[in-house]
C-alpha cells in the first residue's frame, strides 16, 4: 500500500503542490495590481509555443517545447503592450486579442503538420497530465534515500522544484520592491524604484510558472492556480505577508485533495477509473475560494468604507 | 482554387452554403455583440463565458446517456453548456459584490475552475461507455472538418436570431456602454441591462463553440469590435463595423476552409480577424499607428514652436535646444532674434492667444483648456462663436496681450 | 503671462524648484502649456488654479510619472532627474488602494525603502524613525491599523508620515486637505510649517481658496498656462484670481478672498 504510494502518487502530489505554490505566489501581485487575467492570458499561449517548437525542432522533446512556450509568452506579452500602447486600447481587450489570436495561430498551423503525437501533446497541454509522472523504481521509503533511485524521478519533478525554489527566492530578495510598485507605483517611482522592470519582471515570472506548471497540469488550469488560492487568501488576512502564506496553504490543500479526490474518489462511487487529477485540483481551488467568499474573516472590503 | 470560387459564391454544396452563412451570421452577430462588452471595458468576461460552457457539455453528454439517449444531440449539449455558463456568470458577478475581490479575480477563477470541473467530465466520460467516442472535444477547437448539417442549421438560425437581439436590444444596450450614469439618471436598469448584455455574449458563445471551439470564440467577441474602434469614434457606427468585420472574417474564413480542408473553420476565421485587426492598427486614417506617430509629432513640433516663438517675443531666451532647433530650421528665428517669417507668425500666434483668453471669459462655462496651444482656436470653436470672442476683444473690456 | 511678478527680487536665493516651459499634453490635450515657476526655499508655495488647470499633472512631471513634452525642471539648480532623493512626494490620497493588505507602520517604513536599500533588514532605528514621525502627525497611537480602516484624515496623516521618514529637502503634496477634517488639516499644516522652519521646502497642489492666505507664503496660479506667481501678498489679487478662474468664480467672493485679512502686518 504505502509503495504503490510512494511509486503512483507521491511524486504527482509533490510536482502539484510545487506547481500550485509556483503559481499561487506571484498570483497575489497579479490579484493586488488588478492583473490577474495576465496568467489567462500567457498560459493560452503555451499551445502555439509549443506548437512552433515542434515546427522548429520536428522532435517532440520537453527542452524545446519549454523553450517555445516560454518564447511564446514573451512574444504575447510584448504584444499585449505594444497594442494596448500604440492602439490606447484597454488590457482586458489587448490581451483577448494576442492570446486568441496566438491560440488559433497554433492551431492553425498544427493542423498544417498532422502528426497524430503532436495532436496528443496539444490535449495534455491543455488538459495536464500530472496521472503518469510516476517513480516505479522505488521501492517504499528508503528509496527516498537511494541516490540510483532517486535519479529516476520524473524530470518534472526537478524542474517544477528548481522553479519553484527560484520564483520563492526572488520574492523574498524583491519583497520591499513588490510590495511598494504594488501598492503605489507612482510613489515608488519617487524612491527611486523602477517599477515598470518590476512590473515586466512579474510578468515574466508568471511567464515561468505558467511554462513550468503547463506540463503537468495542463494550460488551461494553470489559471485556476494562479488565482484561486491567492484570491481566498486575500479573504484571510490583511496582511500582505500572511497572505501569501496563506496562498501557498491553500496551494498545498488544493493539490493534495484534488489528487486525492480525482484518484481515490470514484472508488468510492464503485467505478474503478479515475478522474484528471489537474482537473480536480482547480475543482478543489475553486471550492476553497467559494468557503472563504462565504465565511473568510477578512472577505468583506475595508478600503472605501469610511471618508 | 476552383472550390475556392465555388465556395465563395455559395455553390460548393448545400452544407459548405450552409455552414458560409453560419459562420457570416455568427461573425456579425459576435462582433457586434463584442463591441458593447469591449465599450463596457468587460471583454474577458466572454473569455470566462466561454470556458464555463464546458462543463455544462459534459454534464448534458452524463445525463442524456442516462436517460438512454445518444448524448451527442446538438441542443441538449447547448443547452447545457448554457446552463453552466450562466451559473458561471452568475458568480461572476456575485464575487465583486459580496467581497473585496476584484471582477477580474472572479473572471479568472471561474474560467479556470469550471473549465477543470469540464476536464474531470470528460475524463469520466472517456471511460464510461467505452467505445463510444463522443467527440467532445471538437467543441474546444471547433469542428476541425465538415460539419454535421444539424449543426449548421443551428448555427445560422442561432446566428440569425442573436443578430435580431442585438439589433432589437441596442438602444439601452448602446446608452449603457456609453455612459452608465446617464443610463441610470434616465431611468434605466444597468444591472437588468448588463445581464441581457452577458445573455446575448452567452448566446453567441454557445452558438459559435462548435464552428469554432469554446477558446476561439472569445476571439470573435473581442478582435472585431477592437478592430472597429480604430474607424470610428461613434458608438452606433462601432456596432456596425465591428458586425461587417466579423462578418466578412466568417465569409471569408470558411469560404477558405471550404476550399482547403487542412484549414479548420475556426482558427482560420480568428486569423482573418487577426489580420484586420493588424492592418487597422497600422493604417486607420485617424488613430492608426502611424497617423498617431504623425500627429504626436506634429503636435509636438505645433508646441515648440508656439512656445520658443512666444518666448523670443518677450524678450527671454529659449532654454530647449530642440526649441531652438526646429525655429532654426524652419526659417523662423536666427542668432540675432526671429526672422520676418517668424515675426508674422508671432503675429499670428498673438491674435490666436488673445482670442483663447477672450474666448475663456466669452465662454467661461465651456471647457476652453481642450486644444489651447495645439490647435488654432478656428478649429476649436464654430464661426459665429468665433465672431462673439472677436467682437469682445474689441470691445474695450478686455486687454490684449501686445509684445514690442 | 499678462500679470507674471517678478520673482528674482524677492527670492535672493536659489529657487527650491525651477520649472521652465513645461508642457504636458495627454494625446491631444494640453495638459499644461508651457508653465515657468520657481518655488522659493524655505517657504510654504501653493499651487492653485481650477479643476483641469493641470495641478496635479504639473507635480507629476516634475517627479518624472506624467512624461513631459517639453520644458526642464530643475531643484537647487541641478536637473530632477538624478535629484529626486531631495524630493518627498504625497500623492492623492485617492491614487491608492486602501484595501490593500498592509498596516499603518509598513506604509510609513515605504519612505525608509530607499535607505535601507533591498535587504537592510528594518532596524530597531528605523522602526523608531517611522514611529517618530507618525508621532509628528499624531498617529502613534494606531501604527497597528490596517489602512483601510483609517478615515480619510488619517489615511492622509499616514501618506504625509511616510513623507516625513524620507527626511527630504522639498516636500510635494498634492491636495494635502482634500477630504479630510478640521483636526487633521490643522495637524498637516503645523507639520507643515515645523519643515518650513527647518528650511524645508514645501509644495503643495491646493484648491481651497479660503485658506490660501493663512497658510502659504508664495503662490503658482495656473490654468493651464501660468498665470502669476509671486508672494501671497502681491499675487493672490483679485484681478489675478480673475484670470485663473475666469466666470468660474464669483466676483464678490474672489474681492473677498484676495483683500488681506484684518491682521498686523508683518
Redesign the interface.
Known sequence: MINEFIQFSLTPILIGILAGISCAVPGNFL??K????I??AIS?VVLPGIVVAFIFTGVISTMPMLLGAAGAALVAVILIEI?KR?????P??????VF??M???G??IL??T?TSKVHLDV?HA???NLESLIWLKAQGWQSLFDLDVLKTLPDELFRIIFVCGFILSLTV??W??L??V???E??A?????HSSIINFSLVIITAIAAVAAFESV?S?????????PP?AA??M????G??VIWSIVFAILAAIFGYII?GYG?LWFG?E????A??????V??II?LLT?MY?P?????????? | MNTFVQAMLFQAGYNVALVTVGAILLGIAAGSAGTFL?LR????V??AIA?ATLPGIGVAFIIMIWLGGDGRSILGLLFGSAITALIGLFIIEW?PR?????E??A???V??????????L???IQ?MSSGRQAGL?SF??GS?AGMLFQDAIVIAIGGFFSILGIWIARRPLTIVSFDKDYAISVGYDVRQIDLLMMGLVLGVTVIGMKLVGL??I??M???P??TA??WSNRMDEVVVIAGFLGGLSGYIGAVLSASAP???T???I??I??VL?VLS?FLAPN?G?FS?FIERRKTKSNIHRRQGLLTIAKGENVVSSFTRKLLANEGLSRTDGLTDKGKKLVTKILIDENRWIAAKEVYPDKDMNINYGIKLIEETLTKDELLKVDQYIKSHKFKSITYD | MINTTNTSEITPSKPALKIQGLTVSY?DKTAIFSVDANFPTASMSAIIGPNGAGKSTLL?AV???QPILAGQVHIFDNPVKNN??K???V?QRV?????????VID?VQ??L??QVG??GRMKGEQTSIAMDCLDRVGMADMWQQ?I?????GQQQRVFLA?ALA?DAEIYLLDEPFS?VDAATERAIIDVLKSLKSKNKSIIAVHHDLATVRDYFDYVLMINIKNIAEGLIDETFTNENLQSTYGGKLELTHAEELSAPKDRPTK
Not at chain 1, 488588478?34 to 487575467?37: D, K, P, T, Y
Not at chain 2, 471595458?41 to 474577458?44: D, F
Not at chain 3, 483601510?148 to 480619510?152: A, I, P, W
Open positions: 490579484i493586488l488588478r492583473q490577474a487575467l496568467g489567462d493560452h497594442i500604440l492602439g490606447k486600447i484597454e482586458g481587450a489587448a490581451m483577448g486579442v486568441t489570436g491560440f488559433a495561430l492551431v492553425l493542423e498544417q498532422d490535449e491543455l488538459m495536464g530578495i524583491f520591499r520592491w510590495k511598494i504594488t501598492f503605489d507612482e510613489y517611482r519617487t524612491i527611486g524604484i495542463g488551461i488550469i494553470v489559471i485556476a492556480m494562479f488565482i484561486c484570491a486575500r479573504l488576512t490583511n496582511k500582505l500572511i497572505q480525482a470514484p467505478s477509473n479515475s478522474v484528471s489537474a482537473g480536480m485540483i482547480a475543482v481551488s475553486g475560494l467568499c473568510g477578512c472577505r468583506e472590503s475595508v478600503g472605501q468604507k469610511k471618508d | 469591449f471595458k468587460r471583454a474577458l466572454s473569455d470556458h464575487i459580496r467581497t473585496r475581490l476584484p477580474d479575480a473572471i479568472g477563477s474560467l479556470g475552475v469550471f473549465f477543470g470541473a469540464g476536464i474531470v470528460l475524463t469520466v471511460t472535444e474546444l477547437l476541425t477558446i476561439l472569445v476571439a467577441l473581442i478582435i469590435a477592437v474602434r480604430f487542412s484549414l479548420p475556426g482558427p482560420i480568428v486569423m480577424a487577426i485587426f492598427l488613430s499607428v498617431t | 494625446g507629476k517627479i518624472g510619472v529626486l532623493q524630493i518627498a512626494y500623492p491614487s491608492v488602494d486602501w484595501d490593500f493588505p498592509t498596516n506604509v515605504m519612505g525603502y530607499r533591498l535587504l490596517q483601510g480602516q483609517l478615515s480619510g511616510r524620507q477630504g
